[in-house]
């Protein structure tokens, strides 16, 4: 059984949409997370939540927005799709980050913007 | 802020090779050290951590130990295979810090190994 599990794995669509991006994971932890990786590997998270709490939004514009509905699921909504919003983006969680504990990614999600 | 460096690659080996990837950090508290490895077309997985000077975390024969008088953690292992053709991520937890026990990830390192 896939721990974080993420949908769609790719995603490609046009300029000035708007995607959603859906995660779930099956593990029970407290914090989920989103990161963004850009087309030289570079990951950079964007939200981190703590049993529906938003506890960090780095500098992300606020075209981007998360959503969660319970602390399974973390989804995240992107409006007006800009071209350097292409990169794969991916979920994770985590038990207790304060006490290192490691966390769980999904697959990640290819979104292409033409 | 905190950050993670970590030597740039591609690294391209032959199997059997001795891997040395190395990470250096900058933390205002008391950081947990991780590596991340990344197969190809999937996500980020857990390959060892270690959370307090001169720990070693070790997993698959790979090891690093946490060495705070140089703030580095290089990844090593003695001998590579095909089977770890990967992208590495040196990345740190700073709890005392103003991460909150988010990671902070280095910018990657891909790691070859031809047969």
């Known amino acids: 059984d896939t721990a974080v599990s993420q949908t769609p794995k790719y995603l490609v669509t046009q300029m000035g949409n708007d995607k959603s991006i859906k995660c779930e994971q099956n593990?029970?932890?407290?914090?989920m997370y989103w990161y963004k990786q850009d087309s030289k590997k570079f990951l950079k998270i964007m939200f981190s939540y703590n049993n529906k709490e938003l506890i960090i939004n780095e500098t992300v514009p606020n075209r981007f927005s998360p959503k969660s509905p319970d602390k399974a699921h973390l989804n995240l909504h992107i409006n007006s799709l800009e071209l350097g919003d292409s990169a794969v983006y991916f979920c994770a969680s985590s038990q207790d980050p304060l006490r290192d504990q490691p966390q769980h990614f999904g697959d990640g999600t290819r979104l292409s913007i033409l | 802020g905190d950050s993670v460096t970590q030597m740039e690659g591609p690294v391209t080996l032959s199997e059997e090779a001795f891997l040395t990837i190395n990470c250096t950090y900058t933390?205002?508290?008391?950081?947990?050290l991780f590596w991340y490895v990344q197969y190809p077309g999937e996500g980020l997985q857990l390959l060892l951590k270690?959370?307090?000077?001169?720990d070693k975390g070790s997993n698959k024969g790979f090891e690093a130990t946490y060495r705070k008088e140089t703030t580095s953690f290089h990844l090593e292992k003695g001998s590579v295979q095909v089977s770890d053709s990967a992208v590495y991520f040196c990345a740190l937890s700073d709890r005392g810090g103003g991460s909150q026990g988010n990671l902070i990830f280095g910018k990657g390192t891909k790691l070859s190994v031809k047969p």
């Open positions: 270690a959370t307090k000077a001169d």
């Open positions: 593990l029970g932890h407290d914090t």
């Open positions: 933390a205002t508290g008391y950081p947990s």
